[in-house]
């Protein structure tokens, strides 16, 4: 309809995208007692005031009030709209349109209104089926990274949950890198105040929601739509509301680790590669809290027996007691049995007295049922793969039982642990079966001592005194032995290689806790 009377924007263009609440008609020079924001407001032309000010109050009236625009219809008061409403307007820009020709208002208010009926009824509509989502959700307990990931599935755009320290502790990013979209995030959340409600906040226009806990407000629903300087989408709105909602019930359900259960997710995202760019994996981790640059890192593997929850409650443990000594980590359980922890420290700070930290409070929990393991140092986030999998191949070769020390790091794995860690190589036991097959067979079928005896000697390394003592025997007996040895596996014992080949055969079947070799 008003295309038909040839529109010309003469002020407040970028007021454009503003979304119309409603269309008001009036001829007064006060039409703010009438206005509640966001109408669009027609006229054929106030009338024209004998002191051209009343025209600069007019437009500030509207402006006050939140008007939506201006339209002035020419022909019936003016011929040209006066360059003091103009000049008002786009000192207040608000948006100023002229019409040419004259158009039917009441045709225009009656389409306008309908067409802004209609989309209320979708808007409601769309509001019951949003809340029916987050119902199901809340009823079945979903986790709260389900919570994040649906609301950035509803609304198509980024979305993060922070705490209130500005840390990202979970988001769903839609695909996008990790990059651009949370890089330097705590300086930029802080530029965006929390309101006492849902709205539009900081520099870029995030649509943050608050979410409580239980004692008041807990963090935020950052809804990182990509329309700066836009009015929100009310759908936005709607979606990131029941969010909220269902987020802070789920805060308030019961204990809930959000922090591990994000340090977790992003320990196995770096120990997987997962990201997609070293530059991706340092944004996620500084987001979280972890300062990825000009820092050394070190990943720690921590394995322990224990059942059930004792993990979980050990991993925030840990992640409390090096708080307190200001030291920053990720800390969270990576596998049933795992505790993953991400060191970083300043270049010039020594690691053992943190590992040594680590160590003891395991130990005090869990006694001799864990194991502490640190890989080597790096300086980069892509190398920390390699030195997580060097810690886990430590900490999966050292016994719980057996650990005498604090920590343990890649050069404390000597030939035993190794193949501790291998013994379930086919070729391995295969070995092990070649070399001694015979002899467990013999002591098998004579209820015989061959086997002890050779364990002896090669511990002595072929002392065979000491080897005597070790096995409890005479050296005539033990001599004896030894020969019936060599007969039966065709080999020399005062040979190093193949005593060596004996000894690895030994290790083998010690590590597998069996009384005989074979797969």
């Given amino acids: 309809m008003l295309t038909e009377g040839m529109p010309r924007v003469l002020a407040g263009d970028s ?3 503003r979304a119309v609440r409603w269309v008001h008609v009036t001829e007064l020079l006060n039409p703010a007692d009438f206005l509640e924001g966001g109408e669009l407001v027609l006229t054929t032309g106030m009338p024209y005031p004998e002191d051209p000010s009343q025209l600069r109050d007019y437009v500030d009236q509207l402006a006050d009030v939140g008007a939506a625009g ?9 011929r040209k709209v006066p360059e003091e409403l103009v000049a008002a307007c786009r000192a207040r820009d608000v948006l100023l349109v002229e019409l040419a020709r004259g158009v039917r208002f009441i045709d225009v208010t009656q389409i306008v209104h309908a067409l802004i009926l209609d989309a209320q009824g979708a808007l409601l509509r769309r509001g019951r089926d949003v809340q029916d989502i987050f119902t199901a959700l809340t009823l079945r307990g979903a986790s709260p990274e389900e919570l994040v990931h649906t609301t950035a599935e509803l609304t198509g755009a980024p979305v993060v949950l922070e705490d209130l320290t500005h840390r990202v502790l979970m988001c769903e990013l839609l695909g996008r890198p990790y990059e651009p979209v949370v890089s330097a995030w705590a300086r930029r959340s802080r530029a965006a105040p929390t309101l006492e409600r849902l709205a539009p906040s900081g520099p870029e226009g995030w649509l943050i929601a608050p979410v409580q806990g239980h004692h008041g407000l807990w963090g935020r629903l950052v809804l990182l739509d990509s329309r700066l300087n836009s009015e929100p989408d009310p759908e936005h709105v709607l979606v990131l509301e029941r969010a909220a909602v269902a987020l802070t019930m789920a805060r308030l359900a019961g204990p809930a680790w959000w922090e591990r259960r994000a340090h977790r997710s992003v320990l196995r995202d770096l120990y997987e590669r997962r990201f997609r760019s070293p530059a991706d994996a340092r944004a996620r981790a500084e987001a979280l809290g972890l300062p990825a640059f000009g820092h050394r890192l070190f990943a720690v593997v921590i394995r322990h027996t224990r059942h059930g929850g004792e993990g979980e409650q050990l991993d925030e443990r840990i992640a409390k007691a090096l708080a307190q000594t200001g030291v920053r980590a990720l800390v969270g359980e990576t596998a049933p049995g795992r505790i ?7 270049q010039a700070s020594a690691w053992q007295p943190v590992a040594e930290r680590i160590g003891r409070l395991v130990r005090e929990e869990l ?3 864990a194991v502490v ?4 140092g790096v300086t980069d986030l892509s190398g920390i793969a390699r030195s997580w999998l060097e810690a886990e191949q430590t900490a999966e070769a050292i016994t719980p039982a057996s650990a005498e020390r604090w920590f343990y790091v890649p050069a404390d794995v000597e030939l035993p642990e190794l193949l501790g860690v291998l013994r379930e190589d086919t070729r391995l036991q295969r070995y092990a079966e070649r070399q ?3 002899l467990i067979e013999h002591d098998d079928r004579n209820s015989g001592d061959l086997l002890p005896a050779l364990r002896a000697y090669l511990t002595a390394a072929g002392n065979k005194s000491v080897a005597a003592k070790l096995a409890g025997m005479s050296r005539q007996a033990y001599y004896q032995r030894l020969h019936t040895i060599e007969r039966l596996l065709g080999c020399d014992l005062e040979s190093g290689l193949q005593r060596t080949s004996l000894h ?3 290790l083998v079947l010690d590590a597998r806790g069996t009384t005989a070799p074979g797969p």
């Fill in 15 to 17: 007021q454009l995208h």
């Fill in 373 to 376: 393991a640190v890989g080597p």
């Fill in 340 to 346: 993953g922890v991400l060191i970083a420290l300043a």
């Fill in 436 to 438: 001694l097959t015979r």
């Fill in 504 to 506: 690895v055969a030994v």
């Fill in 70 to 78: 201006l339209i002035v219809e020419l022909g019936h008061r003016y």
């Fill in 367 to 369: 006694g001799e049922e």
